[in-house]
């Protein structure tokens, strides 16, 4: 079982829709967890933190975060061509020193 | 402020070659990250150095090492290339701890093994 897990798509949706990303982690210990946003020959840029469970809002952009399930979530509001990317979850297993990563999900949005 | 820099973009190795890559971190970041990314594999962490102290270190073979200096550049070397060596390398600084901080990536280098 991968440490970080997430489907790695393609997740179409149309623009202006509410795009849904999910990523589930192994260790029940890990404390912080980020959302990057990485275009095609870019590198991955931070979109969003959260450490508590409950909802992060910054924006377009929601985190949601469950400890107990392990999963965390990222909500796009009112999808654009330009939010089509890759998404990466990275998680932290004790506020320590390096981020685990998913796979990533690629995005489509589609006018 | 100037972001994440990582020289050179791109380089092109024979097997059996070293290769050493440079980053220097934003100014005032003391924590510096690397990654190996293929599309395989996603996003891999070699190892993370604050104050020049290497500080974890990724489930890598040796040939893969790096050191930070004072000033917090970073440099990642790798001999005896081989050709699964072919990946973009990234750099990532952070203002504090990472897993507190997150990272701010550099563009990386894109590495071939030829």
């Known amino acids: 079982q991968k440490e970080v897990e997430q489907n790695s798509g393609p997740l179409s949706v149309p623009e202006g829709a509410i795009a849904s990303l999910n990523c589930t982690y192994s260790?029940?210990?890990?404390?912080?967890f980020f959302w990057y946003r990485q275009y095609s020959g870019k590198s991955p840029e931070l979109i969003m933190s959260i450490y508590s469970n409950g909802d992060k809002e910054d924006g377009r952009f929601t985190a949601q975060l469950n400890k107990a399930s392990q999963y965390v979530s990222l909500l796009i509001r009112d999808s654009q061509p330009s939010d089509s990317a890759t998404y990466l979850c990275?998680?932290?297993?004790?506020?320590?020193?390096?981020?685990?990563f998913g796979g990533g999900t690629r995005l489509m949005v589609k006018p | 402020k100037a972001g994440v820099t990582q020289t050179p973009r791109y380089l092109i190795k024979t097997r059996g070659q070293q290769v050493t890559l440079s980053c220097s971190p934003i100014?005032?970041?003391?924590?510096v990250s690397w990654y190996q990314q293929t599309p395989g594999q996603g996003l891999q962490f070699l190892f993370e150095y604050f104050s020049e102290t290497q500080r974890n270190k990724g489930n890598f073979p040796g040939r893969f090492s790096g050191r930070q200096f004072s000033n917090s550049r970073s440099e990642m070397n790798v001999s005896t290339l081989e050709l699964g060596d072919s990946a973009l390398y990234l750099c990532a600084s952070s203002s504090g701890t990472p897993g507190v901080y997150g990272y701010t990536f550099g563009s990386g280098t894109r590495l071939t093994v030829v």
């Open positions: 990275a998680v932290n297993r004790d506020a320590g020193n390096m981020l685990t």
């Open positions: 100014s005032g970041h003391r924590s």
């Open positions: 260790d029940r210990v890990s404390q912080s």
